[in-house]
């Protein structure tokens, strides 16, 4: 009677995790707009006409940007050769990012547990441990957030990781590895680094624990092959040609306040992988050197670090800590050496903390029903995504500068146009500021009229995006002609004359 019932939850969990995956194809097929798919847009956009000089791809600027990664210059010369949309090849990026990330789980699983039942677990409790808050970044494996952002750099990258990690793992296994594996990893860790930086920290830490915690102790031989690949590793850093890796060190200024929130709430958000930290706890006690315990004392250190000195974009590494307790989670429920009648109380404490993670992150099948379709407890934890401005695209031609707010400017370059100012912090764009000011002095009510003019003159601009209340010239102004074309909310674009 035990093996049948084990057989069946097996299967429930085998048919979850496959209908979860099918949810984010069919996500995929519609590519729901929110946070930073505009500027990978935009960055597919640039290096689809200029594959060598692709310039800032969100101002008239000739800078280079991180977001020029190996990854996405990938992605450019696919849209190159093949004439393919950009947001159709954002939809090829997204199915190899989730198929990276899918394997990557099922491989690194498979080098810490040998149950068949342990990866598709592992998949569940990193898509739904989360908390009773729904909570989306970039970078964070959440069923909702993953389902905005599978397209991004930061789900590749991910994927990256996981392979990383379970090759690493088996690489330092006695002395099998040659140089090549070893100066493999290394080109793989650097391709990480360089296509999600953020990303990239966390596939570091995680390779440091599967260094710190690898059983036997490693070798001479496989210290020196190790840091031949880390040296290989930090030579394609330092040369890759389109931003300088290690001049983003000095970055962290402007991005604190952005990333202040990932503090706030912190039970809501990540309540249910306390379920994963009492897991991890059980791991050491069996094993002081456990790579998962290790893997998350480093993220852990780093976020706290992060607020309690108020470099709040080290909550970036949150995943660090997040990704090896919901890992230990999943494999706790398989783990022979605990008692039976434990290992059932915690899998049916599993099971429930999955249904929660599920039911508040239920909103995500808005992004393939139709809303009116969801039961209502549904539809009410659904959230629109963003329209979009294909409206603007009749008119506003590839390379025309458009004038707009913030939250227009991070949607508008995905089709091709420039805006004044960006509409994310740019380290590498000397005039950031200025550029801001421009935008802003446009708007303000106390801004005369040859002020304004000379913002049109500076910067080249040819159109106008605003909401009505949004200030800037008189829509009468004769330096302005309404076009036809009007967008979400009462938006409206203007034509610069002269």
């Known amino acids: 009677m035990r093996v049948a019932t084990n057989a069946v939850v097996r299967r429930v969990v085998w048919i979850t995790a496959a209908l979860l995956l099918a949810l984010l194809l069919l996500v995929i097929v519609r590519l729901p707009w929110a946070g930073d798919l505009g500027i990978h847009a935009a960055t597919i956009e640039r290096l689809r006409h200029d594959l060598a000089h692709p310039g800032n791809p969100l101002v008239d600027a000739d800078t280079p940007s991180p977001y020029y990664s190996p990854w996405m210059l990938l992605l450019g010369c696919l849209a190159k050769a093949t004439g393919l949309g950009t947001f159709v090849v954002l939809r090829v990026a997204a199915l190899a990012g989730l198929g990276l990330l899918a394997t990557g789980v099922w491989h690194f699983v498979r080098t810490l547990s040998p149950r068949r039942g342990a990866p598709p677990l592992a998949l569940l409790c990193l898509l739904l441990l989360w908390g009773p808050g729904l909570f989306n970044w970039s970078g964070f494996l959440g069923l909702n957030s993953l389902a905005l952002t599978v397209s991004y750099p930061s789900t590749f990258a991910l994927g990256l990781s996981f392979h990383l990690w379970a090759l690493l793992r088996k690489a330092l296994r006695g002395d099998g590895a040659g140089w090549p594996a070893f100066l493999g990893l290394g080109a793989l860790w650097a391709v990480t680094l360089l296509s999600h930086q953020f990303t990239g920290v966390v596939a570091s830490f995680g390779a440091l624990a599967m260094v710190l915690g690898a ?5 001479r031989a496989v210290l020196t092959r190790l840091a031949g690949g880390l040296g290989l590793g930090l030579v394609a850093l330092a040369a ?11 970055a962290g200024g ?17 309540g249910l992988a306390l379920l994963g ?6 791991r050491l006690r069996r094993d002081h050197r456990d790579p998962l315990v290790i893997f998350f004392a480093l993220g852990a250190t780093m976020f706290a670090a992060g607020g309690l000195t108020g470099h709040y974009s080290w909550g970036r590494v949150l995943p660090a800590a997040l990704i090896p307790a919901q890992l230990a989670a999943a494999l706790e429920a398989f783990e022979p050496t605990a008692r039976v009648a434990a290992r059932r109380a915690f899998a049916v404490v599993l099971g429930a903390a999955l249904l929660a993670g599920a039911w508040t992150q239920a909103g995500t099948l808005g992004y393939v029903l139709p809303k009116a379709s969801l039961p209502g407890p549904v539809a009410a934890k659904y959230k629109a995504p963003w329209p979009g401005y294909h ?11 458009v004038l707009a707010k913030t939250f227009p400017a991070r949607q508008i370059p995905a089709y091709g146009p420039y805006t004044v100012a960006p509409g994310y912090p740019d380290f590498f764009l000397p005039d950031q500021e200025e550029r801001l000011a421009a935008v802003r002095d446009y708007f303000a009510p106390g801004t005369t009229r040859a002020e304004r003019l000379d913002v049109l003159r500076r910067y080249g601009v040819r159109w106008v995006v605003q909401y009505p209340g949004d200030g800037g010239l ?3 102004d004769p330096a302005l002609r309404r076009t036809g074309s009007s967008g979400p909310k009462g938006q409206v674009l203007y034509e610069v004359r002269g």
């Open 254 to 270: 402007g991005l604190e306040d952005i990333h202040r929130s990932l503090y706030r709430d912190l039970l809501p958000h990540f």
């Open 215 to 219: 059983r036997p102790w490693l070798t």
């Open 277 to 282: 930290v009492a897991a991890l706890a059980s």
């Open 474 to 476: 008189r829509p009468d």
């Open 240 to 250: 890759w040609p389109y931003y300088s890796f290690f001049d983003l060190f000095e």
């Open 391 to 401: 409206w603007l695209t009749p008119k506003v031609r590839y390379g025309d500068v």
